[in-house]
């Protein structure tokens, strides 16, 4: 079964200092990740996708994040925090299969609180 | 060009009452999501539709949830009745196809008394 698993349930960073955000994932198929943010009472923005090509993604707002398959990890990562980058992030994984397409299974989420 | 609209944005009720989610998404988008997302857990599918044909619905708990897309274009969740258990934020999502990024609503965050 696909799923992903995010490691950290809460990361503090100080304004202008890297930003790592760590996701596994478990697939039987090689998978399509994508990074969503959500800010406080909006709705979720795609930061980023792997779809088999790259893998080196590179995302809005600065953000980045790099397929490894031989440790099934999917983290993100930001040269320098800003405060605007508070927010929820979730990482998420496509099912497989034509008919699945468009099935969003979505981690738990990181809270991203940036202190300046 | 106007994101998804959901509204209410904020719904109080007591447990027993029905109460609806109505969603209008992007203009042209053919592919409309219901989402539940649970405090501090990610976004779970409910129902997906491909206009108003709803092609995925195997997460909605039929007992008490229902959903419609009738024109394909607006959709409405209901549930009746609700249940403590219910509250939650409901996620409204369009997508040109199932192919494409999906845009999420701002979502609606339901409480149940």
């Known amino acids: 079964a696909q799923s992903v698993t995010q490691l950290d349930s809460h990361v503090s960073v100080s304004e202008g200092t890297p930003v790592l955000l760590r996701c596994n994932y478990s697939?039987?198929?090689?998978?399509?990740l994508f990074w969503y943010v959500q800010h406080p009472n909006k709705g979720l923005q795609l930061l980023l996708k792997?779809?088999?090509?790259?893998?080196l993604v590179k995302g809005i707002n600065g953000f980045e994040a790099e397929f490894k398959k031989s440790e099934t990890s999917f983290h993100l990562t930001k040269p320098s925090a800003h405060m605007s980058d508070a927010a929820e992030y979730f990482c998420?994984?496509?099912?497989?299969?034509?008919?699945?397409?468009?099935?969003?299974?979505f981690g738990q989420g990181t809270t991203l609180q940036v202190k300046p | 060009e106007a994101g998804v609209v959901q509204s209410p944005r904020y719904k109080i009720i007591e447990k027993k009452q029905p109460v609806a989610f109505w969603c209008n998404p992007i203009?042209?988008?053919?592919?409309l999501y219901w989402y539940l997302q649970n405090l501090g857990q990610g976004p779970e599918l409910l129902i997906r539709?491909?206009?108003?044909?709803?092609?995925?619905d195997s997460q909605l708990p039929k007992d008490r949830f229902s959903a419609e897309r009738l024109k394909g274009v607006d959709s409405t969740l209901k549930i009746q009745p609700a249940e403590l258990g219910d509250s939650a934020v409901y996620l409204c999502?369009?997508?040109?196809?199932?192919?494409?990024?999906?845009?999420f609503g701002p979502g609606t965050r339901l409480t149940v008394l």
């Open positions: 999502a369009s997508g040109k196809t199932r192919y494409n990024e999906q845009f």
């Open positions: 697939s039987s198929y090689s998978p399509s």
């Open positions: 792997y779809t088999s090509a790259a893998t």
């Open positions: 998420v994984v496509s099912l497989p299969g034509s008919s699945n397409t468009g099935k969003l299974i």
């Open positions: 203009s042209g988008h053919n592919t």
């Open positions: 539709y491909e206009n108003e044909e709803a092609v995925d």
